[in-house]
T-cell receptor, first 113, second 111 residues
């Protein structure tokens, strides 16, 4: 089954404690991205990757890092989480950047206290 | 803002009725896409309409695109309780090369 898998689904952590949210897709997609979803603000792109070892900033990259060492994986790293990073996070993948449908993971609800 | 502006923000209808949601935008687009999100879950792609297309159908869904007015509409016919969800338009921007999401319309279909 074609899917994008995120882990964990739920995470509560403390300020400053480094964490990684994993994302994996099994569709051989070149393009992957991370979004955060906040009430009243919709989905905002954090980072994206056009292919292995090619990543770039989205609209709200501050406080986040990503890596793309393999085509299927695109982890999101919060080196020093802060409460304003409490949000619902989604990973997505697609064949291309714009002209194809995006497949989304089930989301990771992160709470930073 | 380059986002799609969705209207209405919330819509409540009875099962069997039609639901219409609108998306207006300001940027130049390659395509416009519609997604559905059930509460707290991932977005699911519904339909993609390219900038040179005017109308597209998929099952009970009908999407129109008017590039002169920079607007699109999503019509769900004969709605069901299972259609209850948030619906987002997403702009495939030719200016930025990005997919830009609107803030969504929350649809409630009452049984």
């Amino acid at each position: 089954e074609a899917q994008v898998t995120q882990n964990p689904r739920y995470l509560i952590t403390v300020t400053g404690k480094k964490l990684t949210v994993t994302c994996s897709q099994n569709m051989n997609h070149e393009y992957m991205s991370w979004y955060r979803q906040d009430p009243g603000l919709g989905l905002r792109q954090i980072y994206y990757s056009m292919n292995v070892e090619v990543t770039d900033k989205g609209d709200v990259p501050e406080g986040y890092k990503v890596s793309r060492k393999e085509k299927r994986n695109f982890p999101l790293i919060l080196e020093s989480p802060s409460p304003n990073q409490t949000s619902l996070y989604f990973c997505a993948s697609s064949f291309g950047r714009v002209n194809t449908e995006a497949f989304f993971g089930q989301g990771t609800r992160l709470t930073v206290v | 803002s380059q986002q799609g502006e969705e209207d209405p923000q919330a819509l409540s209808i009875q099962e069997g009725e039609n639901a219409t949601m609108n998306c207006s935008y300001k940027t130049s687009i390659n395509n416009l896409q519609w997604y559905r999100q059930n509460s707290g879950r991932g977005l699911v792609h519904l339909i993609l309409i390219r900038s040179n297309e005017r109308e597209k159908h998929s099952g009970r869904l009908r999407v129109t695109l008017d590039t002169s007015k920079k607007s699109s509409s999503l019509l769900i016919t004969a709605s069901r309780a299972a259609d209850t969800a948030s619906y987002f338009c997403a702009l495939g921007s030719s200016n930025t090369g990005k997919l830009i999401f609107g803030q969504g319309t929350t649809l409630q279909v009452k049984p």
